[in-house]
């Protein structure tokens, strides 16, 4: 086939977090495909270049166009915000490869890897993901409450850090508060606990607090959650918002 298929992330919100393999990308596509928010965050690119926007919840379907569009010869980007791997487009594009047409199997398709929004919410006060961490997502879209508990108590039980995907939405405003008393039955009452907001922005703020006072109506689905680990600390400044950050061995920093 001729035609090829790009995943692109484009990072977590400032254009200079998209990386310059993802541009050329983007420069370089017939076709762009994706939510119709995140393309309007790409610059006119190339006359003559066609915009697919698609509405939210929609990925197997948005894959499958983007699909069919490089089937019939055309260069196709379908893109993500953040790092299109983590909660995002790439896992889509391959459930439709594997359930769809065939010749599809045979596209030339790859993935432009991007700043993913925990890594964007780290930066912004430190190093809180300086040891073991994971990345669970709230939503229950597309998978059960259960699952999503399973995994928390997990996690608490192997004193990681976790970032929180998708903490809170209209829909569902009461998940990010009963995964905070969740993790309250293992974890510290002092672990810190970080409400992270529109990152890598000219917009994002930051809200440091423990988890015994961590207040879920903080968060919305422009916020990224970090909950610490044991070890993870504070590094006060005079005046100044405290960096935070995690050690990288486990043994009790000295003072």
Same mark, same amino acid.
């Given at each position: 086939?001729?035609?090829?298929?790009?995943?692109?992330?484009?990072?977590?919100?400032?254009?200079?977090?998209?990386?310059?393999?993802?541009?050329?990308?983007?420069?370089?596509?017939?076709?762009?495909?994706?939510?119709?928010?995140?393309?309007?965050?790409?610059?006119?690119?190339?006359?003559?270049?066609?915009?697919?926007?698609?509405?939210?919840?929609?990925?197997?379907?948005?894959?499958?166009?983007?699909?069919?569009?490089?089937?019939?010869?055309?260069?196709?980007?379908?893109?993500?915000?953040?790092?299109?791997?983590?909660?995002?487009?790439?896992?889509?594009?391959?459930?439709?490869?594997?359930?769809?047409?065939?010749?599809?199997?045979?596209?030339?398709?790859?993935?432009?890897?991007?700043?993913?929004?925990?890594?964007?919410?780290?930066?912004?006060?430190?190093?809180?993901?300086?040891?073991?961490?994971? %990345?669970?997502? =709230?939503?229950?879209?597309? !998978? &059960?409450?259960? @699952? /999503?508990?399973?995994?928390? $108590?997990? *996690? +608490?039980?192997?004193?990681?850090?976790?970032?929180?995907?998708?903490?809170?939405?209209?829909?569902?405003?009461?998940?990010?508060?009963? %995964?905070?008393? =969740?993790?309250?039955?293992? !974890? &510290?009452?002092? @672990? /810190?606990?970080?409400?992270? $907001?529109? *990152? +890598?922005?000219?917009?994002?703020?930051?809200?440091?607090?423990?988890?015994?006072?961590?207040?879920?109506?903080?968060?919305?689905?422009?916020?990224?959650?970090?909950?610490?680990?044991?070890?993870?600390?504070?590094?006060?400044?005079?005046?100044?918002?405290?960096?935070?950050?995690?050690?990288?061995?486990?043994?009790?920093?000295?003072?």
């Amino acid at each position: 086939m001729s035609g090829s298929l790009v995943v692109v992330g484009l990072g977590p919100g400032s254009i200079d977090l998209l990386t310059p393999a993802a541009a050329r990308a983007l420069q370089a596509a017939t076709d762009l495909v994706g939510y119709g928010p995140y393309l309007d965050r790409i610059p006119a690119a190339t006359a003559g270049q066609r915009r697919h926007a698609s509405g939210n919840r929609v990925e197997i379907e948005r894959a499958r166009h983007a699909l069919a569009l490089a089937a019939a010869g055309n260069k196709v980007a379908i893109v993500s915000g953040g790092d299109p791997g983590v909660f995002a487009m790439a896992a889509a594009v391959f459930e439709a490869i594997e359930a769809g047409d065939p010749a599809w199997r045979a596209l030339d398709v790859h993935v432009e890897p991007g700043i993913t929004a925990m890594l964007a919410a780290a930066a912004e006060v430190g190093a809180p993901l300086g040891a073991d961490f994971c %990345a669970i997502s =709230l939503s229950d879209n597309l !998978k &059960s409450w259960e @699952t /999503i508990e399973k995994r928390l $108590k997990a *996690a +608490a039980q192997g004193d990681f850090v976790v970032a929180l995907y998708n903490p809170a939405s209209r829909a569902r405003p009461y998940q990010l508060g009963r %995964a905070f008393e =969740l993790l309250r039955a293992t !974890k &510290s009452p002092q @672990t /810190i606990v970080l409400f992270v $907001k529109n *990152a +890598a922005t000219h917009e994002a703020t930051v809200v440091t607090t423990t988890l015994a006072e961590a207040d879920p109506a903080l968060a919305d689905m422009r916020t990224l959650v970090i909950i610490g680990a044991a070890a993870t600390r504070l590094v006060s400044r005079n005046g100044l918002r405290p960096w935070v950050y995690t050690p990288r061995a486990e043994h009790e920093v000295a003072r």
